[in-house]
């Protein structure tokens, strides 16, 4: 049983900016957690500072009932894994997994048992005798993590430990660390840029940007609901279009006019939506998101009764992929790259005009100043 407990965590590297501010979080036993964000928003410094690796400039971290900025890396009782696997060259992957134990002074026999459980939990008994020389990149990572492993850690800490990996065999290795988490039932936090592993490895997700955690949430919340425009655009590949829009009010239903407060190129929406949008932002420009998954054309529009909600919004195709069980087009709006997932039956070419349909239901509005979700459900 343990619980991590961030309280208002701060690091500065300097004395003129933050490299993470604020950061709040309770990470509950067996939980697997994702810090998630582009370059630089802070995700290895707040994992360092829970290893001990890096101080903490202003704030609390509990582990368990215990204050720990103080507490020396190996007392926290945390196994870290590295994107660059840290193997010892000169040792047989046995003595590498064994390695922490063997200071611990640990009797010979129950290393070996572990080292043995260990390795054929992650399936590298036969490597055993090894060098990390004689590995491949994906065998090198189980051997890191059979190292973490064996501490029988309170939470495993890892930095990108697939980044090294090829997308094959960073896909199984996704799959395999899934069973891992639910096999040991230990926490793990887990620091990634990438959205995808975020979204298929976490039972919950930190989105950081600029040190500031943006949104917390399960994967499925934060994709149906996500707190602002960042996170809208982070989370979901390909990712949401967005276009400047403006709100005209016409009786219990909103227009949103595409571009230009005269333009005819318009949504209708409807319900608690148009209620929000008209109470609150009349007559003012908002910035529409809407996910390439949720356009449609006409036929399938139709069938959902949503295609008179779409007016005008018929679209050259500047770039055509076939994927297969769909096709994904391209067209050019308000300067941007703007996607759409239709059915592979689909054949417009590029440089023909295709007619393209919103869902209603899937359509987000974002303050244009805030760039905050306007239809954000708080506790959701
Ligand atoms: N030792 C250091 N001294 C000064 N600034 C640092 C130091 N380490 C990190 N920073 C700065 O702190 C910020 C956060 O860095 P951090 O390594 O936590 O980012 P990250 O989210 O892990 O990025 P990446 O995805 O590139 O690994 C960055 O602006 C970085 O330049
Ligand atoms: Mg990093």
């Not at 109470?279 to 006409?298: C, K, N, S, W």
Request: hydrophobic share 35%; net charge negative.
């Amino acid at each position: 049983m343990s619980e991590i407990t961030l309280k208002n965590i701060c690091k500065q590297y300097d004395d003129e900016h933050y490299a993470v501010k604020d950061f709040n979080l309770d990470i509950h036993d067996k939980e697997f957690v994702i810090f998630v964000g582009p370059s630089g928003c802070g995700k290895s410094t707040t994992l360092r500072m829970i290893a001990g690796l890096e101080d903490i400039s202003d704030g609390e971290l509990w582990i368990d009932d215990e204050l720990c900025n103080y507490l020396e890396p190996r007392d926290r009782g945390m196994s870290m894994v590295f994107q660059n696997y840290a193997l010892y060259p000169n040792m047989t992957v046995y003595d590498n997994m064994a390695y922490a134990l063997k200071i611990r002074k640990m009797p010979k026999a129950e290393i070996d048992e572990k080292v043995h459980q260990a390795a054929k939990t992650l399936e590298i008994e036969h490597l055993l005798k090894r060098r990390p020389g004689a590995l491949s990149g994906g065998q090198k990572q189980r051997v890191a993590i059979g190292s973490a492993i064996v501490r029988k850690p309170k939470a495993f800490l890892m930095d990108e430990p697939l980044s090294n990996l090829d997308a094959k065999l960073r896909a199984q290795m996704r799959i395999e660390l899934s069973k891992l988490h639910r096999e040991l039932g230990t926490t793990i936090i887990y620091v990634t840029h990438d959205q995808t592993e975020a979204m298929t490895l976490g039972t919950r997700i930190v989105v950081m940007k600029d040190g500031i955690v943006q949104q917390v949430a399960e994967p499925q919340k934060l994709y149906n609901n996500p707190a602002n425009l960042f996170v809208a655009g982070f989370v979901g590949s390909p990712s949401m279009n967005f276009c400047d829009c403006y709100v005209e009010r016409e009786g219990d239903r909103c227009t949103l006019r595409l571009g230009s407060r005269d333009s005819e190129r318009k949504i209708y929406l409807d319900g608690v939506k148009a209620g929000m949008l008209n109470m609150f932002h009349a007559d003012e420009q908002v910035t529409l998101g809407i996910r390439p998954e949720d356009i449609y054309e006409y036929e399938e529009a139709a069938a959902g009764g949503f295609e008179k909600n779409t007016i005008g919004m018929v679209k050259k195709v500047e770039t055509r992929e076939m994927l297969g069980a769909e096709v994904a087009l391209y067209f050019e709006e308000q300067g941007s790259t703007f996607g759409a997932r239709l059915k592979p039956e689909n054949n417009t070419q590029v440089g023909e005009e295709v007619a393209l349909y919103f869902d209603p239901d899937k359509i987000y509005v974002f303050d244009k100043i805030t760039e905050e979700n306007i239809f954000y459900k708080e506790g959701m």
